[in-house]
Structures are given as structure tokens and as C-alpha cells.
């Protein structure tokens, strides 16, 4: 029996509470849509780590940050770490990356065997944070509040740039793949960088915009004093004592964002009429490494556990899962095991280190008692914050900080912390146990100063003397593109026809 295409669309920082089954009524967004109505929608899948390199890595490798040691924007990705690429490939897959994967180190592949384009993002250890210096901000690279009063239209940027490479790869990957030069089954991962801040789009979908009912967040923002812990460790490592922040610039950055959902829909819309006008069928996975806050109760961008930052769209189109929604708490943990098993590839071999879990069962109407683990170790914190989604509940933890326990239900915004309210002591304490059981904290806050020790020698070493950096260089063989010597004319124009001539 032969194996299925997949094809998988990833973009970036992409909020799951706009995707409550499929993309909101009021988003343009029609090819995402009309994907949505023929796959399974998971209303509440959550990323692994609210960051992009280690919630990537985790999505990749169905493992936590605690175990592949990605825990920030600059923790390598090690090679000895099977993703899914690796998995499909040894299965007789052919993989190929177009676009972003945010892969920190020398390995720039990670089972892939071919990338299309460089990624938008440094490769090496510059971007560590140091938990030996709490407080310290690195100004050259953190986040600050700039992306929310910089917000407004215009008509290329160097993420738009990127992404319009990222959608012309793929698309030409697509035609290549028609032509059935190679009769491997395929799995293309077509990976963009929106709707990422900056919050610039382009004119044609700002306009889309322009009378939107939803430019102003529904939990307006709250004195920094009302804010939990972590949240105030946030908001000093986006520097926001620096910016005044008005609603008019709120209103912008919430409209370019929506318009920059738009923008992707063309470009994934572009790659899914090359599919189908190709006459190919593939799996369609769609997916975020993590969400935006987008000035919920104050906050921007991602690094929090609230849905904003934490939830993000899934939806898998495939014949082995009946379309509808599914309302049980998922993780971006779940895809490998799950692409693994709609390919038919065993994994057992790795299954005592993977974190996630198969969705086809839950799909097929098996209910899930495993609840949602969620990790972050990066910037804006001082010590590791682990969190379970189990059911309706949230619960977090970290050693710095007084619990949190959420009745996501009751209060979907989680406004009303519930850890010290004494009717739910029983709930907290079942939630406590789990987590304990799951995670020692200690440890593992020791290994995250040790692997940022590490890499703030290395990094600082490495810049000495000559530089050599990391980043993947993409290589296109001229000798074999479009017409050279030792190719038949005849028999070149002939395969590279699609549909064939007569």
C-alpha cells in the first residue's frame, strides 16, 4: 500500500483563540476556511513552549524543552534528536523545508534532505538569556513595545520578503514533485514567519480591515501592579516603561496583524491550488508554533501560558479523520506521533522519550486523560514555569511564583486565579501531584544555567578571531536547472510539462 503526501503549513505566532473551529467568521480567510471544513479541528491545542526555537523543536521532535534542551532562541537543536523528517524519511520519505524552523547549531537539516531557503533568524548562541543576571535586558535583540507603536502598512519588509520566497519555493517544489521524477511519497513542511510582529502589512490587506469590530482587546489593560509575576517579567523585558502605548496604536497593530492573517491565506491559498491543479493528494496539516497576546489585559507577543500566547490553530485534513471539531486539550507534541501514524511509520523505538500522543484515537471518538504539558525556560524568566491544561483546568507553577489555577470554562480569560480559594484545594492539590510527578523544578532549573553557561563561552569565543556562522546557505546545482548540455532537449521539455503534451 502506498504511502500518503504530507504536506504541512506552519506559520508563526498565530493565536488559537481566532480559531475556535477554523478561522474566525469575521477573518478573510477563505482558503484556510474551506481547508477547515474538510479536516479535524483541535479548538484547543496548545504549543509545547510559548517561543518560537523551542516550541518549534518540541513540534518537530514530539519531546518538552526539558528533554531536546531547546529551552530559548538561541539552545541548540541537537542532531541526535529524531523529528518527524527523520522518521518519514528512513521511511522512504522524501522531506524538504520551505522556510522558517528557527534551527539554533551547526545541524541545519534535522532529517530534512532538502531546504529551500535560508531561515529569518541567526543560527548561533547570541540570543541566550543569562539567568545569572535577573532583570538585565539585552537591548539589541529582546523584544520592546516598538512593534506596537511602529504598527501600519507597507508594502514589502524583510518579513514579507521572506515569506513571498518562502511561498515561491514551495510552490515550484509542488511542480517538481508533479512531475513524478522521483516516486517517493513526499513530505513538504512549507513554514512562514507571519503574522509575527512587526505589525506591517501590506495596503490590499489592511484595507480588508478597515470597519473590523475586533481592533480593541476584550480584557483591557491592567495596572502592571494587577499583574501576576511572570506577566510583570514580561512587561519589563519588552522594555514597556519606554512606550507609550495608545489605543490608537493598539488599533493598528491588532488590524495589521488580522491583515497579515489575510496576507498568509493568499500565500497558502497559492500552494493549495498548485495541489490541486497538480492533481496531488497529501495530508494537509496546518499549525502555529505558539500565539500573540495581542494587548490582552496589557500584554504583546508571546512567553506567557494564557491561551493568547499558549493556544494555537490545528487542523488536519486527511481520509483516515472524519472532518469536525474536537474540543479535547491537544499539544503541538501530538503531531509526530500522529503524522507517524497516519503514514504508517512505527516509532515504538523512541516512544519512551516522545511526550506526545497520537491524535488519530481522539479523532476516532477515544477519549484523552493525558493532560496538556506546556514548558518555559526562556527570556522574560528567572526560573523554569511548567503548566497542565487538564480538562477544563490550567494549572502553573514556578518556583518564584505563587500558583495559578484557572477554570478555563468559567472564566475563559483567566482573570480569576483560583490556587487560594479553598473550594478548589482538591483540584490543586491533584494538579500540584501530577505536576511534581512530571517535573522536579530544581532540576530543572539547573540544567537550563548549565546550557546557558555553556553557551555564553562558546558564543562569546566564537566571535573572536574569524567568524564562521551557522546559518544554512541554501545550494541550487546549476548544472542540472533548466536546460544545460548533457540533458535531451527533447526528453527535458517532455518532464517537465505538466500535464503532459499529446
Known amino acids: 500500500m502506498s504511502k500518503p503526501n504530507i504536506l504541512i503549513l506552519m506559520v508563526d505566532q498565530l493565536n488559537g483563540t481566532l480559531f475556535p473551529d477554523g478561522p474566525a467568521d469575521w477573518l478573510h480567510a477563505p482558503n484556510l476556511k474551506k481547508l477547515a471544513a474538510k479536516s479535524t479541528r483541535f479548538a484547543n491545542a496548545y504549543t509545547a513552549s510559548p517561543l518560537c526555537a523551542p516550541g518549534r523543536a518540541s513540534f518537530m521532535s514530539g519531546q518538552l524543552p526539558s528533554r531536546t534542551g531547546v529551552y530559548d532562541n538561541a539552545a541548540e537543536f541537537r542532531s541526535d534528536i529524531p523529528t518527524y523528517a527523520h522518521h518519514l524519511r528512513r521511511a522512504g520519505y522524501y522531506t524538504c523545508l520551505s522556510g522558517k524552523m528557527h534551527f539554533v547549531g551547526p545541524d541545519q537539516l534535522h532529517g530534512f ?25 539585552i537591548d539589541w535583540w529582546y523584544h520592546n513595545m516598538g512593534s506596537v507603536t511602529g504598527a501600519g502598512v507597507a508594502e514589502t519588509s524583510n518579513q514579507m520578503e521572506y515569506d513571498d520566497e518562502v511561498a515561491y519555493n514551495a510552490t515550484a517544489k509542488l511542480y517538481e514533485l508533479s512531475r513524478d521524477l522521483d516516486d517517493r511519497p513526499w513530505a513538504l513542511t512549507v513554514s512562514f514567519t507571519h503574522p509575527h510582529d512587526p505589525y506591517v502589512a501590506r495596503r490590499k490587506y489592511w484595507d480588508l480591515y478597515e470597519d473590523c469590530e475586533h481592533l480593541l482587546p476584550e480584557v483591557p489593560a491592567m495596572d502592571y501592579e494587577d499583574h501576576d509575576p511572570h506577566a510583570q517579567r514580561i512587561f519589563d523585558a519588552n522594555d514597556w516603561s519606554s512606550f507609550d502605548i495608545k489605543e490608537e496604536d493598539i488599533r493598528r497593530s491588532r488590524r495589521a496583524y488580522f491583515a497579515n492573517i489575510s496576507y498568509l491565506d493568499d500565500k497558502i491559498g497559492e500552494i493549495l491550488e498548485v495541489l490541486e491543479t497538480t492533481r496531488q493528494e497529501a495530508i494537509i496539516l496546518f499549525v502555529s508554533d505558539h500565539g500573540d497576546m495581542l494587548g490582552e489585559r496589557g500584554l504583546w507577543f508571546k512567553m506567557s501560558f494564557y491561551d493568547g ?24 507534541l501530538d503531531v509526530t506521533p500522529t503524522l507517524g501514524a497516519l503514514a504508517g511509520v512505527d516509532m515504538a523505538e523512541i516512544e519512551p522519550w516522545t511526550d506526545g500522543q497520537n491524535l488519530v484515537p481522539l479523532a476516532q471518538g477515544i477519549a484523552r486523560t493525558e493532560p496538556v504539558a506546556i514548558e518555559y525556560a526562556a527570556e522574560a524568566s528567572y526560573a523554569p514555569l511548567v503548566s497542565l491544561r487538564d480538562g477544563k483546568w490550567k494549572y502553573t507553577r514556578c518556583a518564584l511564583d505563587p500558583d495559578q489555577l484557572f477554570d478555563l470554562e468559567a472564566d475563559p480569560h483567566e482573570l480569576t486565579n483560583l490556587a487560594k480559594d479553598p473550594a478548589h484545594a482538591g483540584t490543586l492539590e491533584d494538579l500540584r501531584a501530577k505536576s511534581e510527578a512530571r517535573w522536579n523544578l530544581e532540576e530543572f532549573d539547573a540544567q537550563v544555567r548549565a546550557s546557558q553557561a555553556r553557551r555564553w563561552v562558546v558564543y562569546e569565543a566564537l566571535r573572536e578571531g574569524g567568524y564562521y556562522p551557522w546559518d544554512y546557505q541554501p545550494l541550487q546545482k546549476a548544472s542540472e536547472r533548466y536546460m544545460r548540455n548533457h540533458m535531451n532537449l527533447d526528453n527535458l521539455e517532455e518532464s517537465k510539462r505538466f500535464p503532459r503534451g499529446e
Do not use: C, H, N, Q
Open 309 to 332: 500566547s499558549s493556544r494555537v490553530p490545528l487542523m488536519i485534513s486527511s481520509p483516515d479523520l472524519p472532518a469536525g471539531l474536537i474540543e479535547t486539550p491537544v499539544s503541538t
Open 113 to 137: 534532505e532538502d531546504r529551500l531557503t535560508t531561515d529569518i533568524y541567526p543560527a548561533d548562541f547570541g540570543w541566550t538569556p543569562d539567568y545569572r543576571k535577573p532583570g538585565e535586558r
